[in-house]
């Protein structure tokens, strides 16, 4: 079956230092991935997404992701994190038939910043 | 720009009551979703419509009806609320085939 997982329900790393979450996926074919944020009481924002192609992806506010299929993995990375990271980062996957792209998340991982 | 606006942003239900979540967007978007957030269980999909008119079941359909009159519009239902859920529903819309997801802001339901 289709799947995402994020092994990590939380992380806490200090102000500065790098970071990385990771994501798992279970997929039949070529997948299209993606990393979501979400700020309190706000919805999911996209951080970046990986079509077929160059592995490194670059994405928003200095994050970036690398595609793996032999690890079947796509984490997010930063190089250094700032207190306005502090959110929940979801992975995804897409069943990306046309007009349909329904997409299938991770459990989340909470992301925490100490000062 | 565009934007999806989901109203109310707060829902307060009794056990066994039909509740009604609105979701608007003004993208001209073809495709749109109705997801559900637990918290530890990231966001699963209930109904999602490719058009005016067209409903699509998710994974956790059961328990909703969904409504796409309009193509700006989709409303999903709670059949009959449950006593203590508490979740966040968003809604979302895609634009033509691989195109962006844009989400709302969410929904939070609480159940007394």
């Known amino acids: 079956a289709q799947s995402v997982t994020q092994p990590d329900a939380r992380v806490t790393v200090s102000e500065g230092a790098s970071l990385q979450l990771r994501c798992k996926y279970s997929y039949f074919g070529t997948p299209y991935l993606f990393w979501y944020v979400q700020y309190p009481r706000q919805g999911l924002q996209l951080l970046l997404k990986?079509?077929?192609?160059?592995?490194v992806v670059q994405g928003v506010n200095g994050f970036e992701a690398e595609f793996s299929k032999s690890n079947s993995s796509f984490h997010l990375r930063k190089a250094s994190v700032h207190w306005s990271d502090w959110a929940v980062y979801f992975c995804a996957v897409s069943q990306m038939n046309y007009n349909q792209g329904k997409l299938i998340f991770g459990q989340g991982t909470k992301l925490s910043i100490k000062p | 720009g565009g934007i999806i606006t989901q109203t109310p942003k707060f829902l307060i239900g009794q056990e066994g009551q039909k509740l009604t979540l609105k979701c608007q967007q003004n993208f001209n978007h073809d495709t749109m979703y109705w997801y559900r957030q637990d918290s530890g269980k990231g966001l699963r999909l209930i109904y999602y419509?490719?058009?005016?008119?067209?409903?699509q079941k998710g994974d956790l359909s059961e328990g909703y009806d969904a409504s796409r009159e309009k193509k700006s519009s989709f409303s999903l239902t709670v059949t009959s609320a449950q006593k203590n859920e508490m979740a966040v529903f968003l809604c979302?819309?895609?634009?033509?085939?691989?195109?962006?997801?844009?989400f709302g802001s969410g929904t939070r339901l609480l159940v007394i």
């Open positions: 990986y079509y077929p192609g160059d592995p």
């Open positions: 979302a819309s895609m634009g033509p085939a691989n195109s962006d997801y844009t």
């Open positions: 419509s490719i058009t005016e008119n067209d409903l």
